[in-house]
């Protein structure tokens, strides 16, 4: 299943996926070069591979994916919750200033 918020389920996965076109010290040579922004990282990383090889693979590996989709209403209504939740009980510091157990917990 892809759920693309849920990138602990997926990313491994992808990862293995994809090793067969990413070679092994991609990870050091991004570490070498100290990128300062995600995009910076992304441009080394598609230096390193042939992209044509990486699209298909990513692509294959969706198509045997169920995909979880949300409908814009939901996220909207979900969305409007939380904000109602916020305004009558704070925010989540907030309520760890206030709660003893939720201190405990983080």
Known sequence: ???FDHI???GPRLCR???VAVPGD???AIASCKP???E???DILLSKVDQTVVLRLV???LKLQIIVAYHGSVLVHQAH???QAVRSRGTISEYKKRSPQMRQCH
């Open 36 to 38: 300062k922004l995600i």
């Open 40 to 42: 910076d990282a992304r």
């Open 81 to 83: 919750k939380l904000q």
């Open 17 to 19: 996926e994809l090793s």
């Open 1 to 3: 299943m892809f759920d």
């Open 26 to 28: 991609v990870s050091q």
């Open 59 to 61: 692509v294959n590996w």
């Open 8 to 10: 602990e389920a997926w």
